[in-house]
Each structure stands twice: as structure tokens, then as C-alpha cells.
């Protein structure tokens, strides 16, 4: 069972680059989420999707847009990286149904430098 | 503004000893509370509750919500070295964006041996 996927797991960037982190989950969930984990912060949520072709703002999207064009798929991007987006990033899915956990991605390491 | 608060941030202890972490809230339209344990990767389910007074259990662990008081405690018995890790709690609501679930900065729990 694969769960949530993210790709790449490692990625160095360059100031100014751009990039794009792919989520995939086989659970058929409707429920997506992109968090950042930095030291001491715990997961600060970026963006949200709660079904395929919405998306919403969390804690901290400035510097990110995000993408739902599929149900399985969720992409984060990063239009002109910045340092202070150095961080390891998570993705998780879950069920619409209130009682139901939130499974998460192995996670994606970002440096920009 | 939701906010998910953990306390303490962090936390020695040694090997038999017991210990309590604790998680507040404030949201509206709460539904659930969860907790995860975080190792080296991704975030892994312990807990989750969406009742009041009612405890859950799985060995040494257990948790318990209090809607009242708005918080809910994680309580470790006979802590072992594996059990090292950091606590996240997050709350899940359906406020102005469904389906928001907010991660607090986590206690990081060192178990000497």
C-alpha cells in the first residue's frame, strides 16, 4: 500500500528558482494538506483542499500556490524561492468524515540557498 | 484565529518515570483532537478524541479530552528510550474553512536511559 507519496525527497534550490512538490495519495481521500516544519514551530499548515478542484489558504501561504486538478494529486509550488523557505515539508490526507485520522507523506527536505 | 498550544516544549526524563503532556485549544466548531508521535520522519496517528471524559488507550499511553476546559492531556507510563520523540496535537474544525486541522509547535520528550 503506497499511502501518500511525495516527490522529490531531497531538492536544493537556488534563490529565485522555481519548483514544484507533488503529493499522491491511493486512499481516495478528500481531504488534502501541505505543512511546513520548521524547528520548534511543529507543522504550520500552508494550504488546504477539502475535494478535487478546491483549495484554501492556511497558516502561512504566502509564497506558495497550490493546485487540485485531481482528487490523488496535490502540488505545492514555489514561484521564486527564498531562503526562509528552507524547510521539510509534509503532506497529508484524510477522509471527509470527522472521525478519521490524517495519514502523512515521508516528507519532502528543501533547501534554498 | 485558531490556536492549538502544547506544554512543555520540551521535556527529560528518565527511563520508569511518568509523564503528562498538555495540549489547549481554541477553536470554533471543534470537532476532534488528535495526537501524533514524530521520530525522525513523518508524523505517526496515537490519538484521537472527540469526547469528553471519555479515556483511550493503547499500553503505556492514554488520553483523555475535556471539552470544557477546552484541553486534553497525554499521559506516558514507564517511559522507555524508544519512546523519545516529539508530541503533536492538532485540532480539527470546521470553522470559516472546513476541514482546517492545526498543528501545535509539539513537546520534544528525551527519555535518558
Known amino acids: 500500500n503506497a499511502g501518500v507519496t511525495q516527490t522529490p525527497k531531497f531538492r536544493v534550490l537556488k534563490t529565485g528558482q522555481s519548483m514544484t512538490l507533488l503529493c499522491a495519495q491511493d486512499?481516495?481521500?478528500?481531504?488534502m494538506y501541505w505543512y511546513r516544519q520548521d524547528p520548534g514551530m511543529g507543522l504550520r499548515l500552508i494550504h488546504y483542499?477539502?475535494?478535487?478542484?478546491?483549495?484554501a489558504k492556511g497558516e502561512v501561504p504566502d509564497g506558495y500556490n497550490v493546485s487540485r486538478l485531481k482528487k490523488q494529486n496535490f502540488l505545492l509550488g514555489l514561484e521564486s524561492a527564498a531562503p526562509s523557505q528552507t524547510s521539510v515539508y509534509f503532506c497529508?490526507?484524510?477522509?471527509?468524515?470527522?472521525?478519521?485520522?490524517?495519514?502523512f507523506g515521508q516528507g519532502t527536505r528543501l533547501t534554498v540557498v | 484565529e485558531d490556536k492549538v498550544v502544547q506544554s512543555p516544549l520540551s521535556l527529560v526524563v528518565h527511563e520508569g518515570d511518568t509523564v503528562t503532556l498538555n495540549c489547549s485549544y481554541e477553536?470554533?466548531?471543534?470537532?476532534?483532537l488528535l495526537w501524533y508521535k514524530q521520530e525522525k520522519k513523518a508524523p505517526t496517528f496515537l490519538f484521537m478524541l472527540?469526547?469528553?471524559?471519555i479515556e483511550k488507550k493503547s499500553g503505556r499511553l492514554s488520553s483523555i479530552l475535556d471539552k470544557k476546559e477546552l484541553f486534553s492531556i497525554l499521559n506516558i507510563t514507564a517511559t522507555q528510550t524508544g519512546d523519545s520523540a516529539v508530541y503533536l496535537c492538532?485540532?480539527?474544525?470546521?470553522?470559516?474553512?472546513?476541514?482546517?486541522?492545526?498543528f501545535g509547535k509539539g513537546t520534544k520528550l528525551s527519555v535518558k536511559p
Open positions: 497529508a490526507s484524510r477522509e471527509e468524515q470527522a472521525g478519521t485520522e490524517a495519514f
Open positions: 486512499m481516495n481521500h478528500e481531504y
Open positions: 483542499s477539502v475535494g478535487e478542484g478546491t483549495t
Open positions: 477553536v470554533t466548531n471543534f470537532r476532534s
Open positions: 472527540t469526547s469528553s471524559g
Open positions: 492538532a485540532d480539527l474544525n470546521y470553522g470559516g474553512s472546513q476541514g482546517n486541522l492545526i
